[in-house]
């Protein structure tokens, strides 16, 4: 398969189109996180419903990302990525029109369908048509144009949502996606694997789809009905049985849409535990974060979308030479550094209390950011050259599918299980803080139904003003409990991130057939 140099002509077009594919995506996720405060109010939903709004995205998403990866290989790594933005293009427009929660749910599950064909195209097509000398520069050169691009995502998204427009953060990806489909249709070239079986792995499909459905709806279900009701425990029993299947289905197919010999390369097995780990402190962190801010912490959207340029600044300027690093020096070092760096900004983050608002956010929230963003920047280029140098190129879709999966489920996950700890840690927050007030059995019941809304919680209209004001503290108070045990359970992934990297990764990837 005949290859380009980063620099040329049909080497930019490569790198302009996937970077342009890849920014959908992650405009999206950062984004969204940033308006969560404005479109629970603006649709009435609940701290339930925003993590569907979450999960049906990641869930999809991480379900069908290995078909995905999986199609590329065998059809085209160009087709599969047009077919990817085309349907996240449609499911962005259908979103932004949603007028109810059930419905932005649905139109989630569409984007998640885009996104699993996008999202491990625009890599494979990287490592398939840049030369592979250039590999760990060129995927560095993504990561920082991706963060470039994505920059205003949040800082824009926080603007519209202050001004009532939280709906316009679905329609940023329309102008992008139809840039990354001309440029793919005119001027790149396909790459595919020629000797692959044009066969596509339905029942393993079906079986981590249902899987991680079941695990997904279980975790949800505990902070409403508790683990011993048989929704919960149910769920979890099957989505688990149904993960083991989809295990001893893709041993036994002839053309699995996870081959399990690549993980016989303790470098990819190693590369892809630190990816679930540190993604699932990662997005947890930066999720729980942002409600902070602005629910409890006073900031307007906007102000929270800002708070990460020392982040996005860092990934900027310094994620080609951290690839270019690793390229020459091996990946081994920043995999180790990097996540234990993350982790110990999470750590920080986790002790920020009351403040007195964005005035205060130099001494509170940027040290903790600063370190975050640090060691996300040692970490992301060294990882993602590291995953596609482990395998040989005709694996490449499968491999970036496999990954991305990886760092996925880990969101679905960590959304899942860290929603339903933040639940109950608000709860026993709450119940210490409200217990030497004077409420009557009625009046308790009503404060304590609204930790279901986490920081949107609202004193109950029942209460007269001085007590209203006694639980509004509680509130706060609460919330911030539940988020310092969020932050440093996050802080403790990322360190565990960094013990894989310790473990298994290896300065000499062996290529895999």
Known sequence: MATVALGSSAGKWVMGSAILASSMAFIDGTALNVVMPALQKGLNATAPDLLWILNAYLLVLASLILIGGSLGDKLGRKKILMWGILIF?????????????????????LQGAGG???????????????????RGKSIGTWSAFTVLVTVGGPILGGALADWGLW???????????????????TKVNETRDEDAVHSVDF???IAIALGLAAVTFGFLRIPAVGFYNWQAYGSLTAGVILLIGFIIIEAKSKNPMMPLTLFSNMTFSGVNLLTFFLYAGLGAGMLFMSLDMVQVQGYKQVQSGLTFLPFTTLMILASRFFGSLADKHGPRLFLILGPALAGAGLFMLSFVKQTQGPSDYWTT???????????????????????????????????????????????????AIFGALAVLFFSGALQAEIKNVSLNPTQKQAVMAQVANLGNAKAPAMLNSQDKAIVAKAYHTGFIAA???????????????????????????????
Do not use: Q
């Open 89 to 109: 293009s449609i499911g962005s427009a259908a979103c932004g029109l949603s007028p109810t929660v059930n419905w932005l749910i649905a139109f989630r599950v």
């Open 203 to 205: 029942p393993g499909a």
């Open 365 to 415: 929230f940027f040290p903790g950011i600063l370190v975050l963003g640090l060691g996300m920047t040692f970490t992301v280029a060294p990882l993602t050259a590291t995953v596609m140098a482990s395998v040989s190129d005709h694996f490449s879709g499968t491999a970036s599918g496999i990954n991305n999966a990886m760092t996925r489920i880990s969101g679905v996950f960590a959304n």
């Open 116 to 134: 699993a064909l996008m999202i491990p195209g625009s890599l494979a097509l990287i490592s398939t048509s840049i030369n592979p000398e250039e």
């Open 167 to 185: 709906r316009f953060i679905f329609f940023i990806n329309i102008p992008i996606g139809i840039g990354a489909f001309l440029a793919l249709w």
């Open 483 to 513: 988020y310092a045990n969020i932050m440093r359970l996050s802080a403790g992934l990322g360190f565990l991130g960094a013990l894989m990297s310790v473990l298994f990764i290896r300065n000499k990837a062996v290529k895999k057939e």
